[in-house]
Each structure stands twice: as structure tokens, then as C-alpha cells.
């Protein structure tokens, strides 16, 4: 298993660009979920999945949109990038109840200036 | 909902001392713990965890103690070695779609 795999790694967007960070898991795990973690700083949560169709937003949603239409991909939409923004991101999948773990991709560092 | 407090923000301590974080848990239903470790430029990766029905779990130098009643839990790491440095984070699982609740990390040095 690849687990969770994220791209790209790395990326600089200018102000008001849009993309989207992708993120693929490979464990058949019905849970996923967006953070970011600013420099020096922990994890909060954006956007989550239960499943494919279903989502919901986290701690800081504004600025970012997701969607899940199957059980493997979940990928985070930015639209008209801001400085505020420039962070790494997270994906992470987890499967529940059979078992908690949650398990981290590599993360995207991004850059928006 | 859950709110997790980690302590402390920073830790160091000498190659070969033991190094212990502690987190508090407000909501009584979480039942499962985990801890997290996060080297410079990675993911966080889960190192160890604990559910609410064990008071203790140990695996090589790193333990994890939960006390229920007082609703905190604890990292211990012994023998600390320079690979040890890195940030680490608790997290709580309050149960059913939640997501876990992340503690704020420890960032800990770990001195040659």
C-alpha cells in the first residue's frame, strides 16, 4: 500500500489564482480529512469526509471547497488565493469503527504571494 | 464539544534523560488516544495509542498512560536519543463522525 499520497509538494500561487491539491488513499478508508499547519504552528482542521458524497467543514473551511465522489480521492479546491493561505497542507484517512488510526500523507507546501 | 490542552509547548532534555508530555481531554466520551510525531519537513505519524478501556500501553521506549477519572494522558519517552527531536501531538477521539481533537504539540529537543 502507497497509503496516503498527496500532490503536488510543492507550489507558489499568485494572489487570486485558484488550484487544487489533490489527495489519494489506497487503504479502502471511509474517513478522510483537509488540516493545515502554519509555520511553528499545530493542525486545524479544514474540510472532512465520512464517506463519498459526504462532506463537511472543519475548523477553518473559508476560502476552500471539497468534494468526494469516490471512497479514494478527496481533493481541496482553492479559489482566488490569498496571502492568508500560505501554509502546508494535510490529507489524512482513517478507517471507523473496525479500527482509529488515522494516517498522514506527506503533506503540500504552498505558497501564495 | 472536546477541547484538548497539551503541555508543555517546548521541552528539552539531555540524550539518555526521559522525557514525558501530558494532555487533558474535557469530554468524558472520547475513548481512544493517540499520539502523534512529526520530524521537520513530514506528515505527523502515529507512534502509539491507547483506548479508554486500558490504562496503560508500551512499546519499546515510548508509554502512554491514560487516567480516566482525572481525564489526562501522558507520553513518556525513556532513554531519549537525538532521533527523538521532533514535534509531537496528542489527539482525543470523542467518538461516532467527530473527528479527533488535536492537542497544540510539544516541539521537543533532544540534546547530544
Given at each position: 500500500?502507497a497509503?496516503?499520497?498527496?500532490?503536488?509538494k510543492?507550489?507558489?500561487?499568485k494572489?487570486?489564482?485558484?488550484m487544487?491539491?489533490q489527495?489519494t488513499?489506497?487503504?479502502?478508508?471511509n474517513?478522510?480529512y483537509?488540516y493545515?499547519?502554519d509555520p511553528?504552528?499545530g493542525?486545524?482542521?479544514?474540510?472532512?469526509?465520512?464517506?463519498a458524497?459526504?462532506?463537511d467543514?472543519g475548523e477553518v473551511p473559508?476560502g476552500?471547497?471539497?468534494s468526494?465522489?469516490?471512497?479514494e480521492?478527496?481533493p481541496?479546491r482553492?479559489?482566488?488565493?490569498?496571502?492568508?493561505?500560505t501554509?502546508?497542507?494535510f490529507?489524512?484517512s482513517r478507517?471507523?469503527?473496525r479500527?482509529y488510526?488515522q494516517?498522514?500523507?506527506p503533506?503540500?507546501?504552498?505558497?501564495?504571494? | 464539544?472536546e477541547?484538548?490542552?497539551?503541555?508543555?509547548?517546548t521541552l528539552?532534555?539531555?540524550?539518555?534523560?526521559?522525557?514525558?508530555?501530558?494532555c487533558?481531554?474535557s469530554d468524558s466520551?472520547s475513548?481512544y488516544?493517540p499520539w502523534y510525531?512529526q520530524e521537520?519537513g513530514k506528515?505527523?505519524?502515529?507512534i502509539?495509542?491507547?483506548?479508554?478501556?486500558?490504562?496503560?500501553?508500551?512499546?519499546?521506549r515510548?508509554?502512554v498512560?491514560l487516567n480516566?477519572?482525572?481525564?489526562?494522558?501522558?507520553?513518556?519517552?525513556?532513554?531519549?536519543?537525538?532521533?527523538?527531536s521532533?514535534?509531537?501531538?496528542?489527539a482525543?477521539y470523542?467518538?461516532?463522525?467527530?473527528?479527533?481533537v488535536?492537542g497544540?504539540g510539544?516541539r521537543?529537543s533532544?540534546?547530544?
Amino acid at each position: 500500500n502507497a497509503g496516503v499520497t498527496q500532490t503536488p509538494k510543492f507550489r507558489i500561487l499568485k494572489i487570486g489564482q485558484s488550484m487544487t491539491l489533490q489527495c489519494t488513499q489506497d487503504m479502502n478508508h471511509n474517513y478522510m480529512y483537509w488540516y493545515r499547519q502554519d509555520p511553528g504552528m499545530g493542525l486545524k482542521l479544514i474540510y472532512y469526509s465520512v464517506g463519498a458524497g459526504i462532506t463537511d467543514k472543519g475548523e477553518v473551511p473559508n476560502g476552500y471547497n471539497v468534494s468526494r465522489s469516490t471512497t479514494e480521492d478527496f481533493p481541496l479546491r482553492l479559489e482566488l488565493a490569498a496571502p492568508s493561505q500560505t501554509s502546508v497542507y494535510f490529507c489524512a484517512s482513517r478507517t471507523v469503527p473496525r479500527t482509529y488510526e488515522q494516517y498522514f500523507g506527506p503533506g503540500t507546501r504552498l505558497t501564495v504571494t | 464539544g472536546e477541547n484538548v490542552e497539551q503541555h508543555p509547548s517546548t521541552l528539552s532534555v539531555q540524550e539518555g534523560d526521559s522525557a514525558v508530555i501530558k494532555c487533558t481531554y474535557s469530554d468524558s466520551a472520547s475513548n481512544y488516544f493517540p499520539w502523534y510525531k512529526q520530524e521537520l519537513g513530514k506528515g505527523p505519524q502515529l507512534i502509539i495509542d491507547i483506548r479508554s478501556n486500558v490504562g496503560e500501553k508500551k512499546d519499546q521506549r515510548i508509554a502512554v498512560t491514560l487516567n480516566k477519572t482525572a481525564k489526562h494522558f501522558s507520553l513518556h519517552i525513556t532513554e531519549t536519543q537525538p532521533e527523538d527531536s521532533a514535534v509531537y501531538f496528542c489527539a482525543a477521539y470523542p467518538g461516532g463522525n467527530t473527528p479527533l481533537v488535536f492537542g497544540k504539540g510539544t516541539r521537543l529537543s533532544v540534546i547530544a
